[in-house]
């Protein structure tokens, strides 16, 4: 069984900075891409990022672009998302989540794109 544990979210003023970690085991973590989404109060979950099985490729939802990387660490079973310039709309429950191949295209802003998700990490920005 697949595990992912998410960390590092909290209260930020806008135009901070937060780093959130997703910490994944129970499978080999080296042959997926992985993604972050996030859900705001009364919203739809969305897509945020998603990165290949080996770090070289990284795609971003316009919102974020410029704003936020992705990036992980096979040896250590971990991705992370490193936010900057944070803004109040981006207050939202951060998800990791496996994919469900190697690679990151258009598709990979679906969540039926995933099949395991963690439980979240709350992430606050106050203006």
């Known amino acids: 069984q697949v595990q992912l544990v998410e960390s590092g979210g909290g209260l930020v003023q806008a135009g901070g900075s937060l780093r959130l970690s997703c910490e994944a085991s129970?499978?080999?973590?080296?042959?997926?891409?992985m993604g972050w989404f996030r859900q705001a109060p009364g919203k739809e979950r969305e897509f945020v990022a998603a990165?290949?099985?080996?770090?070289?490729?990284?795609l971003y939802a316009d919102s974020v672009k410029g704003r936020f990387t992705i990036s992980r660490d096979n040896a250590k079973n971990t991705v992370f998302l490193q936010m900057n310039s944070l803004k109040p709309e981006d207050t939202a429950l951060y998800f990791c989540?496996?994919?469900?191949?190697?690679?990151?295209?258009?598709?990979?802003?679906?969540?039926?794109?995933?099949?395991?998700w963690g439980q979240g990490t709350q992430v606050t920005v106050s203006s």
């Open positions: 989540t496996a994919g469900k191949r190697l690679i990151v295209d258009t598709r990979s802003k679906y969540e039926e794109e995933y099949d395991h």
């Open positions: 129970g499978r080999t973590f080296g042959n997926h891409a």
């Open positions: 990165i290949t099985y080996s770090g070289v490729y990284a």
